[in-house]
């Protein structure tokens, strides 16, 4: 399986979610925080180009932001 990294930050009920939903598909995933975690956000904000929370990293794969649990749901294939 790809590795995951999931960017979040503090009061994000889409976060809370995303997370759910992997930790419920017994999808191993690292988790960083944005607002506590200055290398975290400069990669998210100036290497990515995003700004919307969570965004969902994925080896091999186009990044994504929000809750899309489809696309969750579809990396434990």
């Excluded at 994000?12 to 979610?17: A, E, Q, V």
Aim: hydrophobic letters at 35%; aromatic letters at 10%; charged letters at 25%.
């Amino acid at each position: 399986m790809s590795s995951v990294t999931v960017y979040t930050k503090n009061g994000c009920p889409k976060c809370d979610m995303t997370k759910n939903v992997l930790n419920g598909e017994g999808i191993e995933f690292e988790t960083f925080n944005v607002e506590e975690n200055e290398k975290a956000y400069d990669f998210v904000v100036n290497t990515l180009g995003l700004r919307e929370m969570p965004v969902v990293v994925v080896e091999g794969q186009e990044p994504f932001t929000g809750f899309q649990p489809d696309k969750l749901q579809a990396l434990k294939k």
